[in-house]
């Protein structure tokens, strides 16, 4: 069956770095590739997601490449904020999805 | 839109109590799902519906979890008699094409 694997946290970051959370992934055919946020308190938040190989989504500064060849979908960002400090998860496939475990970011001043 | 809506955001029980948790999804997405989210286990799906059908309860732990939608704007939840492993946050979330969450539940078992 499908399933998702990401690297383990937490991850802490001085603001400016770069950021990198691995997820590589285990499926039949090629479903949708996702990352969701959660926020302290909150729910999950749609992040950014890929549909095909080679597709790359981004969005507040993240971004994301589908990459067929090495089954990953890594989330980078150029330079981290104390506001980017939440639970990243990686995900995938349509309905129902399935999730990873999810990686701890905390971004120190 | 006021999102998916979950109600309580907190409860804390006694073992052995009946727990009813409630969502109320998106007007005009088709699925429902509810997630459970431990330090332990990550999110797990226990059980999804498609227009307020039953598709897949694998996740269901056990006997004491139920699941109901009687129609299209309301689920709930039900664990009788709760454990103190059931202590989590259990999440609602629906879909018509796209996830939107709600804020969770805190179930705290004593």
């Known amino acids: 069956g499908n399933s998702v694997t990401q690297m383990e946290g937490p991850v802490t970051l001085s603001e400016e770095a770069f950021l990198t959370i691995n997820c590589t992934y285990t499926?039949?055919?090629?479903?949708?590739l996702f990352w969701y946020v959660q926020y302290p308190g909150e729910g999950l938040q749609l992040l950014l997601k890929a549909t095909k190989a080679d597709d790359k989504g981004s969005n507040k500064g993240f971004e994301a490449t589908y990459r067929k060849e090495t089954t990953s979908f890594h989330l980078e960002k150029g330079s981290v904020q104390v506001s980017d400090s939440a639970v990243y998860f990686c995900a995938l496939g349509n309905t129902p999805l399935v999730f990873g475990k999810g990686t701890r970011l905390s971004v120190i001043a | 839109d006021a999102g998916v809506i979950q109600s309580p955001r907190h409860e804390v029980t006694e073992m052995g109590q009946e727990v009813t948790l409630r969502c109320k999804p998106i007007?005009?997405?088709?699925?429902l799902f509810w997630y459970r989210q431990t330090m332990m286990r990550g999110l797990e799906l226990l059980i999804y519906?498609?227009?307020?059908?039953?598709?897949?309860d694998s996740g269901m732990p056990e006997d004491r979890f139920s699941a109901k939608m009687p129609n299209a704007s309301f689920s709930t939840l039900k664990i009788q008699p709760s454990e103190p492993r059931d202590s989590a946050v259990y999440f609602c979330a629906s879909s018509f094409g796209g996830y939107t969450f709600g804020s969770g539940t805190r179930l705290t078992v004593v």
């Open positions: 519906f498609n227009n307020n059908v039953p598709i897949d």
């Open positions: 007007s005009g997405h088709n699925s």
């Open positions: 499926a039949t055919g090629y479903p949708s």
